[in-house]
Structures are given as C-alpha cells and as structure tokens.
C-alpha cells in the first residue's frame, strides 16, 4: 500500500483520537484535511489563522509525536491556510505556514502568497503583539445570584438563569433572552449565570461582551480582511453571552454574521445568553431570521420590583456594606423609588456618604432629600409611540398625518421634531426611529436631527416649539 497525505494523516488521527477529548477532537481536528505529501514533509489545510494558532499553541506536542511515528525525526509540518476574501471576491486563496521551530518538527521555508495583508485577528480580548490565546471570560465576579434577589418581578429569569447554570446548552432554554427596563438587573443575571457556569465548569469557555463590542470587533475584522478569523473565534465558545442585543438594530452586516455565529453554537449544543431592553417582538429592524432564532428558547422578562423586593434589594445592599439603618427609612426609600433597582441602590449609596461625610445622623428627613434629588433628576423612559402622540397633540393632527408622504411645511417639521426628540429621548438607532416614523430611512432622521438644530437657533417661533414640547415630554 502507497504512502500519501491522507494515509499519513488518518494515522496520526488515530493515535491523536486516542490521547484528547473527543469534543476537542471534534471541534479541533476533523476539520483538517491533508493536502500532500512531500518527501517527509506534509501539509495540511486549516480553516484560519486563528485555527492554525490555536494548534500550535495547545497541540503542538501530539502533533510532533504523531508526525514523527509516521515520518521520522525528520519530519516536516507545513499549515495551509484556507481563508475567504470578504471583500466580494468569493475565490479561495491559501497562506503556507511552516510549523514552527517550538514544535520540534523541522521547518520547511516556504514563500507565503498572501491576498490577505493582515490576517492578525485571534483573540480579540489580548493585547495585539502578545502571543496569548487564553481566553478571558470578561465576567465580573461581583455580580452572582447571591446578590440577585429574588421576587416576583424576577423569579421566571432568575429560575431560569439557575437551570442554564446547572446545565449549559443542555436545556430548552437556549437561547435565553433576559430583557425589561434599564436598571433593572439584566446585566447582572446575566454575568451571575456565567459566573456560575464557571464555578460549575471550569473546563468551558464562557465569554461575556456587549453587542457594541461584538459589533466594533466585526467591523475591525473585516476592515482587515479577518472575517472568517472572527467567526470561528466565537464559534469555539461553550457559553456565549451579548449584552444589550438590541444594539445589532440597523447593522445588517453584523447581525448576518451573528446569525452564523448563532447557528453553528447552537447547533453543537452550545448556550447562548442575551439581554435586551424590550422583547423580541418590540424589536426594530433586526431581520426575522435572527428573531425567529431568538424565539427559540425563552424570553423572561424583568419587571419591576414590588415592595418588598425593594425593602429586600436596600436590606441586602445594607448589609453587603455593613450599615444599619431604621426600617421607617428603609421603607421610606423603598416606597418612593420604584422603578429602577440602580436608582434604588444608588440612593442608598449618597443617604450612607451623606451621612458619613457630614457626621450627620441618617434621618427622614435626609432621607427624603436624597430620594427627592433622586426622583426628581431621575429622566423619564419615553417610547417613540409616546413621543409621537405628544407632537401630533401639540400640532393638532393626528399620528397618520404625520407619518403621511405629505411635504406641506408644518407637518414635515413635525415629523422633523418626533425624530429629534427620538433620537434624543431613546436609545434607539437613527434606522429604527426612521422605520418607526413613517418608514424613513436614517439619513432622513440625520437631517431632520440637523434641521431642528439649525432651526432652533434661527427661528424663534420653531425655538417655542422645541421649548413647548421638551416641558410635556419631560413631565
């Protein structure tokens, strides 16, 4: 029987199969094909530089015990690189590394044809430079479920962010999607269950990132023609978690990509976690394939948190930082804020350094000017629905007149304030206010936004307006 690439490879897979774990061998080998065999030097294809990376830095010892029982001690390792032009050009090319000298596996110098000038994206969490594939998991230990009490705006999240703990990618919860309000906690959960699964599964890649991120990451990799680099970093994750999704809103590029990425951990029994500020179905311009797919698993939302829950969040938070603190004051604060547990939290912090600082005793009757500090900055949440209904109040006409084609004057320059007051009283993208506000497009938003800038310090009745209109908005 001839000796060839493939009878050479098939042999060090046998004995490589042998000595790792067999998701390892999955995920890290399989994909590997042989290429060809020259004199004592075989080549082999990997799916990117990040795949070719990952290998030398973790299996570079078997590689070259297996190599060398098949080809002597003068075996040679060459990687070919198999990497997709994402800039259109859907023609393959390859990059030959030589195996390095680490290896022990003699090199082979061979000329490295590149289209692709800066294929240098691994791990986008190390410093550039620095040969470091471990991967940090950029969760905050603070956050736990110890510290995340429970009640009944919350129980259905936190119920199950405990089941994917005890069991990641192994529940029907997959993907789980926390969303509500802001400070209401999703951020919290949502390290609190990669914390666990940590605690729990040391041996399991967990990553936490902010959709921003994600997002800023993917445009750099295909700025440097890294794409495929990036994708298949996030898909060797075990546990994959992105913070506010909603971000993806608009960015159709980065929502394709994730969307490749979702598929490929889910298929593999991987767990993916979201938060976002609103459910699924609220969610503006992110295509229905990627809805759909966040609709698989379970969408829990945080409401918020009853009385007693509140009294229970001060409590805790009281006892964390080792204050007392009289139950009328406690109740007080509890009563009076109500809708954000940061707010809450954070009025506890200024009542306790209030106190401290000026040696004062804590009272009701501090209580009560912290909270009304508190209450009275705290910046009402608006929905571009409400926005809407105020200017169509305020002009006499109704919503479907102002999302009319109509170009009479007073009615475009109402519809140029709802996207201003939009675009400033939201977190939403210009993409999804324009889809919102008679299916415009963002750069209609962008010029309405510069149009009532520039009309507010011009016009003085077009000042009113926006004066009028920011008092009802913000009562």
Same mark, same amino acid.
């Given at each position: 029987?001839?000796?060839?690439?493939?009878?050479?490879?098939?042999?060090?897979?046998?004995?490589?199969?042998?000595?790792?774990?067999?998701?390892?061998?999955? @995920?890290?080998?399989?994909?590997?094909?042989?290429?060809?065999?020259?004199?004592?030097?075989?080549?082999?294809?990997?799916?990117?530089?990040?795949?070719?990376?990952?290998?030398? $830095?973790?299996?570079?010892?078997?590689?070259?015990?297996?190599?060398?029982?098949?080809?002597? $001690?003068?075996?040679?390792?060459? !990687?070919?690189?198999?990497? $997709?032009?994402?800039?259109?050009?859907?023609?393959?090319?390859?990059?030959?590394?030589?195996?390095?000298?680490?290896?022990?596996?003699?090199?082979?110098?061979?000329?490295?044809?590149?289209?692709?000038?800066?294929? $240098?994206?691994?791990?986008?969490?190390?410093?550039?430079?620095?040969?470091?594939?471990?991967?940090?998991?950029?969760?905050?230990?603070?956050?736990?479920?110890?510290?995340?009490?429970?009640?009944?705006?919350?129980?259905?999240?936190?119920?199950?962010?405990?089941?994917?703990?005890?069991?990641?990618?192994? @529940?029907?919860? +997959?993907?789980?999607?926390?969303?509500?309000?802001?400070?209401?906690?999703?951020?919290?959960?949502?390290?609190?269950?990669?914390?666990?699964?940590?605690?729990?599964?040391?041996?399991?890649?967990?990553?936490?990132?902010?959709?921003?991120?994600?997002?800023?990451?993917?445009?750099?990799?295909?700025?440097?023609?890294?794409?495929?680099?990036?994708?298949?970093?996030?898909?060797?994750?075990?546990?994959?978690?992105?913070?506010?999704?909603?971000?993806?809103?608009?960015?159709?590029? &980065?929502?394709?990509?994730?969307?490749?990425?979702?598929?490929?951990?889910?298929?593999?029994?991987?767990?993916?976690?979201?938060?976002?500020?609103?459910?699924?179905?609220?969610?503006?311009?992110?295509?229905?394939?990627?809805?759909?797919?966040?609709?698989?698993?379970?969408?829990?939302?945080?409401?918020?948190?009853?009385?007693?829950?509140?009294?229970?969040?001060?409590?805790?938070?009281? !006892?964390?930082?080792?204050?007392?603190?009289?139950?009328?004051?406690?109740? !007080?604060?509890?009563? +009076?804020?109500?809708?954000?547990?940061?707010?809450?939290?954070?009025?506890?912090?200024?009542?306790?350094?209030?106190?401290?600082?000026?040696?004062?005793?804590?009272?009701?009757?501090?209580?009560?000017?912290?909270?009304?500090?508190?209450?009275? +900055? @705290?910046?009402?949440?608006?929905?571009?629905?409400?926005?809407?209904?105020?200017?169509?109040?305020?002009?006499?006409?109704?919503?479907?007149?102002?999302?009319?084609?109509?170009?009479?004057?007073?009615?475009?320059?109402?519809?140029?304030?709802?996207?201003?007051?939009?675009?400033?009283? &939201?977190?939403?993208?210009?993409?999804?206010?324009?889809?919102?506000?008679?299916?415009?497009?963002?750069?209609?938003?962008?010029?309405?936004?510069?149009?009532?800038?520039?009309?507010?310090?011009?016009?003085?009745?077009?000042?009113?307006?926006?004066?009028?209109? @920011?008092?009802?908005?913000?009562?």
């Amino acid at each position: 029987m001839s000796v060839t690439a493939q009878t050479v490879w098939d042999n060090c897979l046998k004995f490589i199969k042998d000595n790792i774990q067999p998701q390892a061998y999955k @995920t890290w080998f399989e994909p590997i094909l042989a290429v060809k065999l020259t004199d004592n030097a075989l080549s082999i294809q990997v799916p990117s530089k990040f795949f070719y990376e990952w290998l030398e $830095e973790h299996y570079v010892k078997i590689l070259k015990v297996s190599l060398t029982k098949e080809l002597g $001690e003068k075996a040679k390792l060459v !990687y070919i690189i198999k990497m $997709e032009n994402t800039y259109g050009n859907k023609q393959p090319f390859t990059e030959k590394i030589p195996s390095s000298n680490r290896s022990g596996l003699k090199s082979q110098n061979v000329d490295i044809p590149l289209n692709n000038k800066s294929p $240098e994206l691994r791990n986008p969490f190390v410093i550039p430079g620095i040969r470091n594939v471990k991967i940090e998991s950029q969760l905050n230990p603070n956050y736990s479920f110890e510290n995340f009490l429970e009640g009944d705006s919350n129980r259905l999240a936190r119920s199950a962010g405990l089941a994917v703990a005890a069991k990641p990618g192994g @529940t029907s919860f +997959n993907p789980l999607l926390i969303f509500g309000g802001v400070g209401l906690g999703k951020t919290h959960l949502a390290h609190a269950i990669g914390v666990d699964i940590k605690d729990k599964y040391p041996e399991k890649t967990v990553l936490y990132i902010s959709a921003e991120k994600f997002t800023q990451q993917y445009i750099d990799s295909v700025k440097k023609n890294n794409r495929n680099d990036f994708i298949h970093f996030y898909q060797i994750i075990d546990v994959l978690i992105i913070d506010d999704v909603q971000f993806l809103t608009g960015k159709t590029g &980065t929502q394709d990509v994730f969307f490749h990425i979702f598929n490929h951990l889910h298929q593999n029994g991987k767990q993916v976690i979201l938060t976002s500020d609103k459910a699924p179905v609220d969610m503006q311009d992110i295509e229905q394939r990627l809805l759909s797919r966040f609709k698989w698993g379970l969408s829990a939302e945080l409401q918020h948190p009853d009385f007693e829950t509140r009294v229970s969040i001060v409590k805790n938070k009281l !006892y964390r930082d080792g204050v007392e603190m009289p139950e009328d004051i406690i109740d !007080y604060v509890a009563k +009076n804020i109500k809708t954000n547990v940061r707010e809450l939290e954070g009025a506890i912090i200024s009542l306790i350094a209030q106190s401290s600082f000026n040696k004062k005793e804590i009272t009701l009757d501090l209580a009560r000017t912290i909270v009304e500090k508190f209450v009275k +900055n @705290t910046k009402r949440e608006v929905s571009i629905d409400y926005i809407q209904k105020v200017v169509s109040d305020y002009f006499q006409m109704d919503i479907d007149t102002l999302q009319s084609k109509t170009r009479k004057r007073h009615i475009v320059q109402a519809r140029q304030l709802a996207m201003f007051f939009a675009k400033k009283l &939201t977190k939403a993208s210009l993409a999804s206010i324009g889809s919102q506000i008679g299916k415009r497009d963002h750069a209609t938003v962008l010029h309405a936004c510069k149009t009532v800038d520039n009309l507010s310090s011009t016009d003085k009745q077009f000042k009113k307006y926006v004066e009028d209109i @920011t008092k009802k908005l913000s009562v």
